[in-house]
C-alpha cells in the first residue's frame, strides 16, 4: 500500500534562508506525488506534482521538489524563504485500491522568522 | 469561476444530532472526495465516489453517511454516532485518473457543543 511520512511536524526558518522539508514514500508501484499548501482555516491548494515525466518538478511560489527513487524521497525546497510562505504543507501520493485517491502525510507547518 | 463550495463554513452541533456539510462543484469531475482533517494527523479519507450513485468507505467512515445522486453534489451528514466529530472537514474533486491532483473546497469547521 502507499504511503507518505514527513519528517519534522514543524520547520522554522528565517525570512531568505533556503526552505527544506521533507517527504518520503512508501510504494510498490511507481507513485505520482503531490505537494499541497494550506493557510490557516482554508482549503489545500496544490503546489506540484509528479507524474513521472521530470525527476525535478518546478512548482509555484518558487518552488521545487526532486524525484529521487533510490532514496524514495520528495523533498520540496525553495531557496528563500518569504513570510508569506507561512503555512501548513502537505506531501500526498496517489493511490489506488478499486479507485484513485490521495494518501497525505502528517503535514509540517512551516514558521517564518524576521 | 470554476470551483468546490463548501458550506457552512462553521457548524455547530449539538449532542445526538446529525448535521449535513454541503459540498458542490462546477469543475465537471467525476470524483468526489471527503477528508477529515485534525491538528497533527493530516487528512484521512471518510468517503469517496467516482461515479454519479456510487460511494465507498474511506479509511474512518464509522458515524458518517454520503449520497451522489448528482455529480455535482456530495454532501456528507455527520451522524450521532460519530463520537468524536469535531474537525475541520474537506471536499475535493478530481477526474479520477492516478496521475491528476484532487481539488479542494474552503473547509467546514464543526464543532460539538
Known amino acids: 500500500a502507499q504511503s507518505v511520512t514527513q519528517l519534522g511536524s514543524h520547520v522554522s526558518v528565517s525570512e531568505g534562508a533556503l526552505v527544506l522539508l521533507r517527504c518520503n514514500y512508501s510504494?510498490?508501484?511507481?507513485?505520482?506525488l503531490f505537494w499541497y499548501v494550506q493557510y490557516p482555516n482554508q482549503g489545500l491548494q496544490l503546489l506540484l506534482k509528479?507524474?513521472?515525466?521530470?525527476?525535478l518538478v518546478k512548482g509555484i511560489n518558487g518552488f521545487e521538489a526532486e524525484f529521487k527513487k533510490s532514496e524514495t524521497s520528495f523533498h520540496l525546497t525553495k531557496p528563500s524563504a518569504h513570510m508569506s510562505d507561512a503555512a501548513e504543507y502537505f506531501c500526498?501520493?496517489?493511490?489506488?485500491?478499486?479507485?484513485?485517491?490521495?494518501?497525505f502525510g502528517q503535514g509540517t507547518r512551516l514558521t517564518i522568522n524576521p | 469561476d470554476g470551483g468546490i463550495t463548501q458550506s457552512p463554513k462553521y457548524l455547530f452541533r449539538k449532542e445526538g444530532q446529525n448535521v449535513t456539510l454541503s459540498c458542490e462543484q462546477n469543475?465537471?469531475?467525476?470524483?468526489m472526495y471527503w477528508y477529515r482533517q485534525d491538528p497533527g494527523q493530516g487528512l484521512r479519507l471518510i468517503y469517496y465516489?467516482?461515479?454519479?450513485?456510487?460511494?465507498q468507505k474511506g479509511d474512518i467512515a464509522e458515524g458518517y453517511s454520503v449520497s451522489r445522486e448528482k455529480k455535482e453534489s456530495f454532501p456528507l451528514t455527520v451522524t450521532s454516532a460519530q463520537k468524536n466529530p469535531t474537525a475541520f472537514y474537506l471536499c475535493?474533486?478530481?477526474?479520477?485518473?492516478?496521475?491528476?491532483?484532487?481539488?479542494f473546497g474552503q473547509g467546514t469547521r464543526l464543532t460539538v457543543v
Open positions: 475535493a474533486s478530481g477526474t479520477g485518473t492516478v496521475n491528476t491532483e484532487a481539488f
Open positions: 510504494s510498490s508501484v511507481p507513485p505520482y
Open positions: 509528479y507524474t513521472s515525466a521530470a525527476t
Open positions: 500526498a501520493v496517489s493511490r489506488i485500491q478499486g479507485a484513485q485517491k490521495l494518501v
Open positions: 469543475l465537471n469531475h467525476d470524483a
Open positions: 465516489s467516482q461515479i454519479v450513485n456510487d460511494f
